[in-house]
């Protein structure tokens, strides 16, 4: 059977326009991918406030061609510390090391933890992959990609976009390290503790008393605090010319400390302290004898000690030295036997408990 010839003609055509509907090849339509870049990723950060496995997943969540392997050497390393601020919100630092040694830093500060740990991945992501579109834009909420290899679930993101300024703001380094801002734990406690005062009367005045105290401690020089004693201390039988004497002493002293160092389980504080009481004096054996209530104050300087026993318990110790703003004399008419020192000193040693 012939075949004309126009019949083969069409049939070569309709070959020839069938290959030209087929899609281009897929080394021809697929974009080449940019290489991945491998970092180490080091976060310093309460467990309440953030920890790595969410800082990496916001990272992952704006660029997936950033991964962090802290075995696999040649990569940046990437330092963050992320801590809540002592007036409220978050304070954020940031080191980026790269593998030839030069290294940049960023200090931020957010209205809390997430925004913090959110405006940090920001500038990773900005930092080691410029050339992602979703890095400078992407809002805080990002689907995961369709196509990501499984990985462990990312905390919920803030609602809220991070503070654009804060990124900006003034890098702060520290010997080529981020710094990280000083904690903040409230304490108080209490306790007593028995004590000498030595000028206020002829010999030592001994004394019995108790005291609070509230205090910031701080992993920093100024950590602010307040100690209030009250004390009862008296003093019989002092045998002086024209009779024998007694003294007593009420008072109330308060102590405001604002430098503190500490090596546990020993701290030291430095005080202004201000003393004010009711001095009674009695005499005996004598051919008139008396008794007489004065106002006493003093003010000047003290160091408080302590000793931590256990997690509850502590030895404290304290030492103070005044100037005597009222100075009185006392005398078996006509001998003046004591007059208050200008300068009074007073030491001190106590047991007491500490909350928390």
């Keep these: 059977m012939l075949t004309s010839p126009w019949v083969r003609t069409a049939g070569v055509s309709s070959l020839v326009g069938a290959l030209l509907l087929l899609p281009a090849s897929p080394a021809a339509a697929v974009a080449v991918e940019p290489a991945a870049t491998s970092a180490r990723l080091e976060v310093q950060a309460l467990p309440d406030c953030t920890t790595r496995e969410e800082l990496a997943a916001r990272v992952a969540a704006r660029s997936r061609r950033i991964h962090f392997d802290d075995d696999k050497p040649g990569g940046p390393t990437i330092r963050t510390v992320i801590a809540p601020a002592p007036h409220g919100g978050a304070v954020g630092e940031l080191v980026i090391v790269q593998p030839d040694g030069r290294s940049s830093s960023r200090r931020l500060s957010a209205a809390s933890c997430a925004e913090a740990t959110d405006a940090i991945a920001l500038i990773i992501a900005l930092t080691l992959d410029p050339m992602s579109a979703s890095a400078a834009s992407a809002p805080t909420r990002v689907p995961p990609p369709p196509a990501a290899a499984p990985r462990a679930p990312a905390a919920p993101p803030s609602t809220t976009a991070p503070p654009a300024p804060a990124a900006d703001r003034e890098p702060v380094t520290v010997a080529g390290r981020a710094t990280s801002p000083a904690a903040t734990r409230r304490r108080f406690g209490g306790g007593v503790a028995a004590q000498e005062i030595f000028g206020l009367t002829p010999g030592a005045l001994p004394g019995l008393g108790l005291y609070l105290i509230a205090a910031l401690d701080r992993d920093a020089l100024w950590s602010p605090a307040v100690m209030l004693a009250g004390t009862h201390a008296s003093s019989t039988g002092l045998l ?117």
């Design 240 to 356: 002086e010319p024209g009779g024998t004497a007694a003294f007593t002493l009420d008072a109330i002293t308060v102590d405001a400390c604002a430098l503190r160092l500490h090596r546990a389980p020993v701290e030291a504080r430095a005080c202004a302290t201000a003393l004010y009481g009711r001095l009674g004096a009695a005499g005996s054996e004598t051919y008139s004898q008396a008794s007489a209530d004065r106002p006493f104050a003093a003010a000047g300087g003290a160091l408080l000690l302590s000793l931590d026993l256990g997690r509850l318990f502590e030895l404290s110790g304290r030492f103070g030295a005044s100037a005597s703003l009222i100075r009185d004399s006392f005398a078996f008419t006509p001998v003046v036997f004591h007059r208050t020192a200008a300068v009074t000193l007073a030491a001190g040693l106590g047991v007491g408990v500490r909350f928390p």
